[in-house]
């Protein structure tokens, strides 16, 4: 099992941007339907945006409009820019890989449907 390195976090205000990125040290990455997922602390993971292997992408409402996720299939690599952050978008920052089953933006956004995660990079937002 080849787990996905995230990397990219750090401390940004308000308004600010950042890209994280996620690297994923396997052959078959081209065929790999991807995902993001954050986590605050004393909250539940939840979806952020996800892309499939075609470059279909799908993002929660909260981030639509702010947040681009993105591949490079040449370079094995997903990545989230986020622009406009604000401080409610402070959470830990997981990638997802291994995606099974059929692509719908239902499973897409369900963590259950990912088997391999990185151990997240942290994005702190201040005001």
């Known amino acids: 099992q080849v787990l996905p390195v995230e990397s990219g976090g750090g401390l940004v205000q308000a308004g600010g941007s950042l890209r994280l990125s996620c690297a994923v040290s396997e052959r078959t990455f081209g065929s790999l339907n991807m995902g993001w997922f954050r986590q605050a602390p004393e909250k539940e993971r939840e979806f952020v945006a996800a892309?499939?292997?075609?470059?279909?992408?799908y993002a929660a409402d909260s981030v639509k409009g702010r947040f681009t996720i993105s591949r490079d299939n040449a370079k094995n690599t997903v990545y989230l820019q986020m622009d406009s952050l604000k401080p409610e978008d402070t959470a830990t920052y997981y990638c997802?890989?291994?995606?099974?089953?059929?692509?719908?933006?239902?499973?897409?956004?369900?963590?259950?449907?990912?088997?391999?995660w990185g151990q997240g990079t942290q994005v702190t937002v201040s005001p």
């Open positions: 892309i499939n292997w075609i470059g279909g992408t």
């Open positions: 997802a890989s291994d995606f099974f089953g059929s692509w719908t933006t239902e499973r897409a956004s369900s963590a259950r449907q990912y088997r391999s």
